[in-house]
């Protein structure tokens, strides 16, 4: 008997000997020989016969049969995910297991095992559900009564109440089949503890467990057995828990479905959201796209018919109303961090005893630092970036590899001693907040300012309790938390995204600004909205003034579809690295050369990437368009034979990229 071993290794299932009494099955994890190392694998098939030499094929050195095998379901998706996204099935499968379950048995891997199997439940008071509005049981009715595989899109501005319908659609499930599971998506980890608080005091007698990066591998490894092994039924986490192994998966939602944090930026390049619809398909059940603001790309499937939409049109508390919004023309007021409009609105916020949100999708203090003798701008060494002043810690910090560097004193190049910050941060904005409202409880909320386990979640408790009058922050603060002090929001900084030539830059802008909108107005009080621009006679002033994404969408979706973009045409890139420029070009060149002919199929020029050098490997990238999935599909897996790796380069194929 052999085994069909995948491993996590650019290679195809290796076979491996069956030893006389060993018992394994599909989906077993087993212990293997690989070159002079001892890996962990998946069985992904069983077979009588081998066409390779029996003196080749060594034999399997464990099974890790302490834990049930890997269920057939859950190899199907690895393995759809494994071919879509051209990895071999085992960098999908086993890098999709938590680190405690793809490393080889220690000492204590016992003692280990049965720490992570004890869940300690969590003494919790029950909150039952509010009444739903009318549309609110459209959506739930819809939902409940959907027969096999169906994909909703819920689509309803924000304060409409998504969640409880989430909610409700989870408990019919549940309720139903006390084997049933339900996966729960969020794009943040900042998202999790708060949704998973929620889905605890409504599910009180469940064990509900969250998968996210911030977890210590024990406690990964905990909540994705608990999963496995059916003691929780409930799952809360980010694009990593779209593998979670579950024994009798029934309903799939995806919150915030736009979000391009569902997009993995390396390894298995996968769409969480993309694979919760295929996931669902396989095992015939619903699965809910929700958003304020879909992606082009659902709101497009929506229209043809591909989902189901569904609509909340207005927010689910009693008298909320959606935010009014201003935009405010800077083309004469340079230097101005505040408008005189803005200011004003602050105080008038400050004296009602409201909250102010003040956005700016910038961390550090400034962009760069600038000499205005020589023009000499502070740069990364190992990278084609500028460094971000950070005031606090008195350092140049690359947020891209995480170098950091001291302040000079003068000029590198000149000796100038008259070095500036150039534009704006949070930490700038919290600076300036502080200088006019001198009384005021400032909170700055960006990944600098919550650093440690914890201080996220305690940050959002002073928010919610009052301890903060005005707030700034990044997108950690633009989505799904409900905020009910906030009278004010304040857009900075928007003009960035408009001149970015990215295809997906506005539509990441309307999304951005209409979803830190939403933050306003969602209890008692009414809520403003105050965005500055130096281009404010844009169309989608109109449309966020309007908030009508069914405009914006409209427009975007035409000027796509004049341009042959995604959605109307599919897309992959090959990338490259090497020491040089040139070699990654040239490799890139190489590979267009040897691309087989296919209709239908256009490959571009290589061309450097945006940011050219990252941690010191120069990066170049080459487009592939194709008019439907499957020519692109056939043609990567042609391609991908003939590239011939050469020394000393990295590359990698993406399909359906989101940074061009």
């Known amino acids: 008997m052999f085994a069909q071993v995948a491993l996590d290794a650019p290679l195809p299932p290796l076979d491996y000997r069956v030893a006389p009494g060993q018992d394994v099955v599909l989906g077993d994890r087993v212990l293997v020989p690989l070159a002079s190392r001892k890996v962990v694998g998946v069985v992904t098939a069983l077979t009588r016969t081998s066409s390779l030499e029996p003196k080749r094929i060594k034999g399997i050195t464990r099974v890790l049969d302490d834990t049930a095998p890997l269920p057939e379901e859950w190899l199907r998706l690895t393995q759809f995910a494994a071919d879509y996204y051209m990895r071999s099935w085992g960098q999908?499968?086993?890098?999709?297991?938590?680190?405690?379950?793809?490393?080889?048995?220690?000492?204590?891997?016992?003692?280990?095992?049965?720490?992570?199997?004890?869940?300690?439940?969590?003494?919790?008071?029950?909150?039952?559900?509010?009444?739903?509005?009318?549309?609110?049981?459209?959506?739930?009715?819809?939902?409940?009564?959907?027969?096999g595989f169906a994909t909703f899109l819920l689509f309803g501005v924000t304060g409409s109440g998504k969640t409880e319908v989430y909610l409700n659609a989870m408990s019919r499930v549940l309720e139903r089949d006390p084997q049933a599971q339900v996966l729960f998506l969020v794009p943040e980890i900042n998202l999790t503890p708060q949704l998973e608080r929620r889905v605890r005091e409504r599910f009180s007698s469940e064990t509900v467990v969250s998968l996210h990066s911030e977890l210590s591998d024990l406690e990964r490894a905990r909540s994705w057995l608990a999963v496995h092994e059916g003691r929780s039924r409930v799952v809360v986490g980010t694009r990593m828990a779209v593998f979670a192994s579950f024994r009798k998966l029934r309903l799939i939602i995806v919150d915030e479905e736009h979000d391009p944090s569902y997009k993995a930026g390396d390894g298995l390049r996968h769409s969480a959201r993309d694979l919760a619809v295929k996931r669902a398909q396989l095992n015939g059940c619903p699965c809910v796209l929700g958003s304020a603001t879909p992606s082009l790309e659902t709101w497009n499937g929506a229209q043809r018919g591909a989902y189901r939409l569904l609509r909340l049109t207005h927010r689910a508390v009693q008298g909320a109303s959606l935010p009014v919004f201003t935009v405010i023309d800077m083309r004469r007021r340079a230097g101005e961090v505040f408008a005189q409009e803005s200011r004003e609105a602050v105080d008038a916020a400050l004296a009602r005893g409201e909250q102010v949100l003040v956005f700016i999708n910038r961390r550090g203090y400034a962009p760069s630092v600038s000499c205005p003798m020589c023009g000499w701008v502070s740069r990364c060494l190992h990278c084609s970036t500028f460094t971000v002043f950070h005031k606090a810690e008195k350092r140049l910090v690359c947020h891209h590899c995480g170098a950091s560097y001291r302040v000079p004193e003068r000029c590198p190049s000149c000796g100038n001693p008259e070095i500036s910050a150039v534009g704006t941060g949070t930490q700038r904005i919290e600076e300036a907040i502080v200088s006019l409202w001198p009384e005021a409880r400032v909170l700055r909320l960006d990944r600098d300012s919550v650093k440690r386990k914890g201080e996220t979640e305690a940050a959002f408790q002073k928010i919610h309790k009052g301890e903060a009058d005005i707030i700034v922050g990044t997108q950690m603060i633009a989505k799904g938390h409900d905020f009910k002090r906030v009278g004010l929001v304040v857009v900075l900084n928007v003009d960035a995204q408009l001149v970015n030539p990215d295809i997906r830059a506005e539509e990441r802008l309307f999304s951005t600004v209409l979803q830190v909108a939403g933050r306003a107005g969602r209890g008692e009080i009414s809520g403003r909205v105050f965005v500055q621009s130096r281009f404010p006679d844009h169309p989608i002033f109109s449309e966020l003034k309007a908030q009508s994404f069914e405009r914006f969408a409209a427009r975007a979706l035409a000027d796509r579809r004049e341009s042959l973009s995604p959605p109307?045409?599919?897309?992959?890139?090959?990338?490259?690295?090497?020491?040089?420029?040139?070699?990654?070009?040239?490799?890139?060149?190489?590979?267009?050369?040897?691309?087989?002919?296919?209709?239908?199929?256009?490959?571009?020029?290589?061309?450097?990437?945006?940011?050219?050098?990252?941690?010191?490997?120069?990066?170049?990238?080459?487009?592939?368009?194709?008019?439907?999935r499957g020519e692109l599909h056939r043609f990567l897996l042609a391609w991908c034979a003939r590239i011939q790796t050469e020394p000393g380069i990295n590359w990698s194929v993406e399909v359906d990229p989101v940074d061009l």
């Open 92 to 147: 999908a499968a086993v890098s999709a297991l938590p680190p405690f379950f793809r490393k080889a048995p220690g000492m204590r891997h016992s003692a280990s095992l049965a720490k992570i199997r004890t869940v300690k439940p969590r003494a919790i008071d029950a909150v039952a559900s509010p009444e739903l509005n009318d549309e609110q049981k459209q959506a739930l009715e819809a939902i409940r009564s959907a027969d």
């Open 568 to 628: 109307f045409v599919f897309q992959a890139m090959l990338r490259a690295e090497a020491q040089t420029l040139d070699r990654a070009l040239g490799f890139l060149a190489r590979a267009r050369q040897a691309a087989p002919e296919e209709d239908g199929v256009a490959l571009y020029d290589p061309v450097p990437m945006s940011v050219m050098r990252l941690m010191d490997a120069e990066r170049g990238q080459l487009l592939v368009e194709a008019g439907n």
